[in-house]
């Protein structure tokens, strides 16, 4: 029946059934590998809060592990925001201390030294 359009062809041949599990699929396939609150690549649970609440609500843990120097807000090489630790000296211990993420986000040792406060003039 070529030539024929109606409530199940199309100009194209395509029928409406046809397009609608299309999309139906296409929705099933965007949604299994969306991002919310999903892993990503890392495994790692995408970020739900912002980075700042989030450096804010555990810097005191970070803080509390000795050799932590310092906490911050950073960025990886792809220009990804992550929570900067500061430490002393990166020792293994440090590194199996301190978490590789924190709510979604990623997390970076960074060996700083100590920091000491500026003397005044």
Same mark, same amino acid.
């Given at each position: #029946?070529?030539?024929? +359009?109606? #409530?199940?062809? &199309? =100009? &194209?041949?395509? *029928?409406?059934?046809?397009? %609608?599990?299309?999309?139906?699929? /296409?929705?099933?396939? @965007? !949604?299994? +590998?969306?991002?919310?609150?999903?892993? &990503? *690549? =890392?495994?790692?649970?995408?970020?739900? =809060?912002d980075? &700042?609440?989030? #450096?804010?609500?555990?810097?005191?843990? %970070? #803080? !509390?592990?000795?050799?932590? !120097?310092?906490?911050?807000?950073?960025? @990886?090489?792809?220009g +990804? $925001?992550?929570? %900067?630790?500061?430490?002393v000296?990166? +020792?293994?211990?440090?590194? =199996?201390?301190?978490?590789?993420? /924190?709510?979604?986000? $990623?997390?970076?040792?960074?060996? *700083?030294?100590?920091?000491k $406060?500026m003397?005044?003039?």
């Open positions: #029946m070529e030539g024929v +359009t109606g #409530m199940w062809s &199309n =100009r &194209n041949g395509f *029928s409406d059934a046809r397009r %609608l599990c299309t999309a139906a699929v /296409l929705a099933l396939i @965007l !949604a299994a +590998t969306g991002c919310c609150g999903r892993p &990503n *690549s =890392r495994g790692d649970a995408m970020p739900k =809060r980075i &700042n609440a989030v #450096m804010e609500d555990h810097t005191s843990e %970070l #803080m !509390a592990i000795p050799g932590v !120097a310092g906490v911050a807000i950073g960025a @990886l090489d792809d +990804t $925001p992550c929570i %900067l630790v500061l430490v000296k990166e +020792t293994d211990e440090l590194d =199996r201390k301190i978490p590789k993420t /924190l709510e979604g986000h $990623p997390v970076r040792i960074f060996e *700083s030294g100590e920091i $406060p003397e005044g003039e």
